[in-house]
């Protein structure tokens, strides 16, 4: 897969690319990641990426000419404009990341790992003009209900949660199948627990994990994690599971 990167901090990058599973991911030829200067598609001596919103407001806004144009050469294709509709090549995904866009979630990022290419847009400032979302973006994505200063920080997000589906990235592929949010409504594990209003859940969060000593400062490993009986064990996740999804995010269970 490969990931492209349009942002007017290119250096930002240097770090979040280098370490851990990316890392690894790319010098295995799993991934293929290019940073993209966006003012390099600026036509001023100023090499300016922002301008004034129309209707006034606060800050500034990215102009939507360098956006296209940065998109069109990395893909090597006109985007369209008002008589022509925006033609993506297939297995391709236009994102912005924006504080207005679509919750990030695993489903999402299983989605996307199922392309070829993923562009992605890290709006700046108080935001992007309105014609990148609608006619240049295939996805206009959101991290979470908060606001940063830029989409580089969410642009690494979702390059990482993706990237780690990628078939070889973690190496053991059993990996993802039991983390947090991996875990579908329906599950035969969810079921074993006693408690009916949480059986039914969208996700469930990850179970609890301990490791050696089985006693530190006083506490104790749970006793069926070490008696070696198997069916209990993942009874046992299941409901831990399911108890801390409803402690610490009750939102994803079903009312």
Same mark, same amino acid.
């Given at each position: 897969m490969r990931f492209d990167l349009i942002t007017i901090f290119p250096e930002f990058f240097a770090g979040p690319l280098d370490h851990g599973i990316v890392r690894r991911a790319r010098e295995a030829?799993?991934?293929?990641?290019h940073v993209q200067d966006l003012r390099e598609f600026t036509k001023d001596r100023h090499k300016t990426v922002d301008d004034r919103p129309f209707g006034g407001g606060e800050g500034m806004v990215l102009k939507p000419e360098p956006l296209f144009e940065a998109v069109e050469k990395l893909l090597g294709q006109p985007m369209g404009d008002s008589t022509e509709k925006a033609q993506h090549p297939s297995g391709t995904a236009v994102v912005l990341l924006s504080a207005a866009g679509k919750l990030f979630t695993q489903e999402t990022?299983?989605?996307l790992a199922g392309l070829e290419r993923i562009v992605m847009i890290c709006g700046r400032y108080e935001g992007v003009d309105e014609r990148v979302a609608e006619h240049l973006a295939t996805d206009e994505i959101s991290v979470g209900d908060y606001v940063l200063s830029g989409g580089e920080l969410p642009a690494a997000i979702v390059l990482d949660a993706v990237t780690r589906l990628l078939p070889g990235a973690l190496g053991n592929e059993a990996s993802t199948e039991n983390e947090s949010f991996s875990k579908l409504n329906g599950d035969e594990s969810v079921a074993a627990d006693s408690t009916s209003h949480l059986r039914k859940a969208r996700v469930l969060l +990850?179970?609890?994990h301990y490791t050696r000593p089985a006693e530190y400062r006083g506490w104790?490993?749970?006793e069926v994690l070490i008696g070696?009986?198997?069916a209990?064990?993942?009874k046992?996740?299941?409901?831990?599971?399911?108890?801390?999804?409803r402690r610490n995010r009750? +939102?994803?269970l079903v009312s």
């Open positions: 030829g799993i991934v293929q990641i990022a299983r989605r +990850d179970y609890p104790k490993v749970p070696g009986h198997h209990e064990v993942a046992w996740r299941a409901q831990q599971a399911a108890e801390k999804t009750p +939102d994803l």
